[in-house]
């Protein structure tokens, strides 16, 4: 069971954010620090007391915006410790996210903390130390674990009818569906952005943030990776940051031996490597 510390300037959301784990069957004891300076000290003693001492701490669920160090510092400090805890960070700020995970965060939960998505952060760190991440659903069945006595045959079990045809699910469904979308997820809540919605991909770090009509997703996959699977669909590299759906491109720009195109209201640049083979393509595009 995990024993977890977690910090925040903010009394009430401290509190809230302590009752909630302790609330959870998987945590063993939640304690609160209320500034850096108190986790910091809390974290040395517990390291000082050893990977089974009564002080250990497994996880640091750390808020962002705290006065003096933020989170993100207490996190680059912790990162310097032999044996550091895990790292959740709490926060009401998305932006944080990639800066976090380059951290080697477990899980970025938003405020307004729900008790659902934090009890998804306590099964990522869970499964990460290679503890029990959960317990069965209510109402799953329980196998037994007790040895069958010596000689004794195994009780025969009833044959499964066999599926009825019109129950089956098609496979094509599923591979369709992961081949048109991208899941995205965003304060616990997973969405499914349709490919063909993407005007174009910015390269932030090892993230991509996908840029739609209706606003910007961040995933973590590598731009790359996006071109590679996405090359079909019609999406080019034009510079190192960014890849862009070919039919999305409304301008070619040619300017003082500069090129870049307009995408909705965003203006690009393009590379001197890519810019011919845009022209190339944009041309193959418009008469084909």
Do not use: N
Request: charged letters at 25%; one cysteine or more; aromatic letters at 4%.
């Amino acid at each position: 069971m995990l024993r977890v510390l977690a910090v925040d300037d903010e009394k009430p959301l401290l509190e809230e954010l302590l009752y909630l784990l302790r609330s959870d069957p998987r945590v063993h004891s939640a304690e609160g620090a209320s500034d850096a300076t108190e986790a910091l000290r809390r974290v040395t003693r517990a390291l000082e007391s050893g990977p089974e001492g009564p002080d250990r701490i497994d996880v640091v669920f750390l808020d962002i915006h705290m006065a003096g160090l933020t989170g993100l510092d207490i996190a680059r400090l912790l990162a310097g410790f032999a044996r550091p805890p895990l790292i959740v960070f709490v926060t009401a700020h998305e932006g944080f996210a990639v800066q976090a995970f380059d951290l080697k965060a477990v899980d970025y939960v938003l405020k307004p903390v729900r008790p659902e998505r934090l009890a998804e952060a306590v099964r990522r760190a869970c499964a990460q130390l290679g503890g029990p991440a959960g317990a069965p659903a209510s109402g799953a069945p329980v196998r037994s674990q007790a040895p069958a006595a010596a000689g004794a045959r195994p009780a025969p079990q009833p044959p499964q009818p066999p599926l009825p045809p019109h129950r089956a699910v098609p496979e094509v469904t599923v591979a369709d569906r992961a081949a048109d979308q991208i899941a995205v997820e965003l304060g616990g809540v997973t969405r499914f952005v349709a490919i063909a919605d993407i005007a174009y991909v910015e390269a932030q770090g090892d993230y991509a943030r996908l840029h739609t009509d209706g606003g910007s997703h961040l995933v973590r996959i590598p731009l790359s990776t996006l071109e590679q699977r996405w090359a079909a669909r019609g999406f080019v590299r034009i510079h190192r940051r960014h890849l862009v759906a070919l039919g999305r491109i409304d301008e070619l720009r040619l300017d003082a031996g500069t090129t870049s195109v307009r995408v909705g209201a965003a203006e690009l640049q393009v590379s001197r490597r890519h810019a011919r083979e845009l022209r190339d393509l944009l041309m193959r595009h418009a008469t084909g």
